[in-house]
Every structure is written in structure tokens, then in C-alpha cells.
């Protein structure tokens, strides 16, 4: 009986662990900055690696065309550009966190998480797309 509790005090002791690699893992993402940028950077887009926007900026000859589609579309662009670019942040912090074990599976799962097939690049092209029509 004694055995399982010494069993699972180990457990408990690995589960902590795992807990401060995470919080580490996560200080380090939201210290790290990506920049997706559209237009021949004429919009830029910072994200840190947990995927929130700390900053867009738009270029002010831009905003002085007056052409909010464009704009609109610009951002868009950026964002995803940005974005894209931090899921790998993430994704390359959590096979470093394996220690570069190949867990099975991990490159599906994280594909499937970050809404893109194994073996996607994560850099999004921006300009080649055909403008979205609003409703």
C-alpha cells in the first residue's frame, strides 16, 4: 500500500514540474515579438509568440489615400501574417519543452491546433490573394 503512495508522490512531484517548464514555457512566449507585415510594409503587425497583438502600425501615406478596403485588407494580411508566425513560435517552444523528442503525433496535433496540415509553412504570403468582397 505504502508503495502506490510513494508512486504517487513521484507523480505529483513530475506533475509539478511539467507545471513550472509551462509558466517558463509561456514568460518566454510572451517575450518573444514576431512582425507580419502587407504592402510592401507599408502595414505591420506585432504579436508576441502567445498570439496577442501588441502593435499595428499603418503607414500615414497609406491612411492619407483614404482607401479603407485597402487598409482593411492590409491589416488583414498582416495580422494573419503575424499570427502564422507566432503558432510557430509556440509550436517550435513546445518540441523544444520534449526535450527534441518526436512524440508521435505532436506535428498533427499541432497542425490540427494551429489550423494548418504538418509540414505547413507558417509564413502567409500577402498580395497574391484575390480581394475578399464585402457584403
Known sequence: MFK???????LLKQAGQITS???????ELRARRTTGSAGGGMVEVEVNGLV??????IDPQLLAGGDAELIE?????AVNQAVAQ????HAEALKSMTGGIELPGLDDA??????HPAG????????DE???ESA
Do not use: T, Y
Open 52 to 57: 496577442e497583438v501588441l502593435a499595428c502600425r
Open 73 to 77: 485588407d492590409l491589416v488583414v494580411g
Open 86 to 89: 507566432a503558432k510557430q513560435l
Open 130 to 132: 484575390e480581394p475578399s
Open 4 to 10: 502506490n503512495l510513494a508512486g504517487i508522490g513521484s
Open 110 to 115: 499541432m497542425g490540427k491546433f494551429f489550423n
Open 21 to 27: 517548464k509551462m509558466q517558463d514555457m509561456n514568460d
Open 120 to 127: 505547413d509553412e507558417a509564413g502567409v504570403e500577402v498580395g
